[in-house]
């Protein structure tokens, strides 16, 4: 069954970059957008980026624009989320997120990783 497992979540002080990995399996990977969520303790959830299934097409949070790239790697199955500068706000939980358009509530959805960015 499709699965996507998250990686590369920590702690950071603020000013600094991690860069989170998503593994993807069991779907088509090359025919799907890939998505990355985030939610903050006592926040709604909220789509950070997204890049369409063939890579032409990237979204950006207006909070996250200029210090946020996402990519993805067709021949390995990946996904990233590099993230630079990074500030308090940015804390919370990140979900990688998969369906064959960049949508709302994607179909398929990892189980998240802790960032926190704090001194």
């Known amino acids: 069954q499709a699965q996507l497992v998250e990686s590369g979540g920590g702690l950071v002080p603020p000013g600094g970059s991690l860069r989170l990995s998503c593994a993807a399996s069991g779907f088509p990977f090359d025919n799907y957008a890939i998505a990355w969520f985030r939610q903050a303790p006592g926040k709604d959830r909220e789509e950070v980026s997204c890049?369409?299934?063939?890579?032409?097409?990237?979204h950006y949070a207006d909070s996250v624009k200029g210090r946020f790239t996402i990519s993805r790697d067709s021949a390995t199955k990946m996904a990233y989320l590099q993230m630079n500068i990074l500030n308090p706000e940015d804390t919370g939980i990140y979900y990688c997120?998969?369906?064959?358009?960049?949508?709302?509530?994607?179909?398929?959805w990892g189980t998240g990783t802790q960032v926190t960015v704090s001194s």
């Open positions: 997120a998969a369906d064959q358009a960049c949508r709302e509530n994607p179909r398929y």
């Open positions: 890049i369409t299934h063939g890579g032409g097409s990237t």
